[in-house]
C-alpha cells in the first residue's frame, strides 16, 4: 500500500495563490503557477519565490559534533567555521551516495544538516549508528520550513524586509521577522544570486506572506518544482536519484571537488579513494541538442551504432531554446567535448552535442 503523502506547512496558501500540485519524494508540492517557462525566466531575469519545505532537515549537538560530522561526510568542515555552510555527500562504504546534502556550522558542538526529502531518515540513522554516545541526532523535518529567494532582485527583497543580506557565498546569518526567528543563508539551487531562508515550521507563513509581496513589488513570480528543475538542469547540478544514487558515486557525478581528499576518515572513504586511483568507469556529461527534440532521462545515447550512456536528466531549456540533458557516458568510449553523440528520443534520433556543464553561466556569487 502506497505511503500517505507529506504536506508542507504552507500548502493552503498555495492553492490560494493558484498553484498546481505533484507528488516528489513523497511529498505533495506546488509545481508551477503562471507556468514553468514564466517561473525560470523570472528566476534569470529578476526574482522568485519558492517553498522548498519538503527539504530535510536535521541536527547533531554535543561534545565533538563537527568532528564527528568531518569523519563522517565527504566534505572538509576544516575549511569552514561558525556562520558557513557546506556542500557535502553522505557516501556508502561502497562510494555510492546515501543523499548530497547542505552541512551548516552552528559550533563545535552543533551541526545542522539539510538532505533532500526522500533520503532524511537515511542520512540519520547512517550518522546515528557510528555516532558515539554523547552526541544528539535528531531529525528535525517539521521544525523548519525552507523558502528559497533566487535571481538578480534577491537581495533587493530581503533589504526592503530587513532581512540580512551582506553575507558571502555559503555563508548564512540568525535574524528575526516580525517576532519570527529565521535563518538565512546565501545559498540555492538555480546558479542564480539568491538566499535560502529557514523559519520555525508552525510560523512561516508570516515569513512566506510578506516575501510573497515584497517579490511581486521587484517584478517577481512564485515559482515550482518545474522551474526549480529545469534551473537547476540548466546548471548541471546534480539531483538525488538522477546523478547521484546508492550505484553512482561522486566521482562520477563530477562532485569530487566536494570530497576532502586528504582527511583520514569519511564515510566511504576507501572505495572512493580505490576509484579516484583506477578513474571511474564512466562520467556525467552535458548534452544539447543541436536540432530539434526534447531530451529526457533514461535515453539511450550512442556513438554511431554503439551504445556510450544514458540520460540522468533532461528538459527543454527556457534560457538556450533548445533540448539539453545530464547524461552518464562510459569513458572508455572517449568521448570528448564538441563531439556529436544521438539520443534516442521514442525511436527518433536526436543529434547532441557534448559540452561541459553548465549550459548557462552561473551567477551565484
Known amino acids: 500500500m502506497p505511503e500517505e503523502l507529506q504536506h508542507g506547512p504552507l500548502e493552503d496558501r498555495h492553492r490560494e495563490l493558484g498553484a498546481s500540485f505533484a507528488e516528489f519524494g513523497g511529498w505533495l508540492m506546488p509545481v508551477s503557477y503562471a507556468g514553468t517557462v514564466s517561473e525560470h525566466t523570472a528566476t534569470r531575469t529578476a526574482v522568485a519565490l519558492f517553498d522548498v519545505s519538503h527539504l530535510g532537515k536535521a541536527s547533531l549537538r554535543g561534545p565533538g559534533a563537527a568532528q564527528f560530522v568531518n569523519a563522517a561526510l565527504t ?73 528559497a529567494v533566487q535571481g538578480p532582485r534577491s537581495t533587493e527583497v530581503l533589504d526592503e524586509l530587513g532581512l540580512p543580506t551582506g553575507m558571502d557565498y555559503m555563508g548564512y546569518a540568525d535574524a528575526e521577522f516580525s517576532g519570527v526567528p529565521v535563518r538565512v543563508c546565501r545559498s540555492g539551487y538555480t546558479g542564480e544570486h539568491g538566499y535560502e531562508l529557514l523559519p520555525p515550521w508552525e510560523s512561516a ?25 529545469t534551473l537547476r538542469t540548466e546548471m548541471g547540478y546534480p539531483l538525488h536519484g538522477h546523478e547521484l544514487s546508492a550505484d553512482i558515486s561522486p566521482l562520477q557525478a563530477r562532485c569530487g571537488w566536494a570530497i576532502g581528499w586528504k582527511k583520514e576518515a569519511f564515510f566511504g572513504r576507501d572505495a572512493l579513494l580505490a576509484e579516484k586511483s583506477a578513474g571511474p568507469q564512466r562520467v556525467v556529461r552535458g548534452l544539447r541538442a543541436v536540432g530539434r527534440g526534447v531530451l529526457r532521462p533514461d535515453l539511450t545515447v550512442s556513438d554511431g551504432d554503439r551504445k556510450v550512456g544514458v540520460t540522468t536528466s533532461g528538459t527543454f531549456s527556457p534560457t538556450l531554446k533548445v533540448g539539453i540533458a545530464l547524461a552518464l557516458i562510459d569513458t572508455d568510449a ?21 559540452i561541459r556543464p553548465p549550459f548557462v553561466e552561473p551567477k551565484t556569487r
Open 334 to 354: 572517449d568521448v570528448q567535448d564538441g563531439q556529436h553523440l544521438s539520443v534516442d528520443v521514442r525511436g527518433r534520433a536526436v543529434e547532441c552535442e557534448v
Open 75 to 147: 566534505n572538509d568542515l576544516g575549511r569552514i567555521g561558525p556562520g558557513k555552510a557546506q556542500y557535502t555527500l553522505c557516501c556508502t562504504e561502497s562510494g555510492g551516495v546515501i543523499d548530497d546534502l547542505i552541512a551548516y556550522y552552528v559550533a563545535d558542538d552543533e551541526i545542522f544538516l539539510v538532505p533532500n526529502a526522500a533520503n532524511t531518515a537515511a542520512v540519520v540513522a547512517a550518522l546515528q549508528q557510528a555516532a558515539p554516545a554523547e552526541l544528539t541526532i535528531s531529525d528535525e523535518h517539521r521544525s523548519y520550513a525552507v523558502l
Open 205 to 229: 507563513g508570516v515569513v512566506f506572506d510578506a516575501l510573497v509581496a515584497a517579490v511581486r513589488r521587484a517584478d517577481g513570480q512564485l515559482a515550482g518544482l518545474g522551474a526549480r528543475d
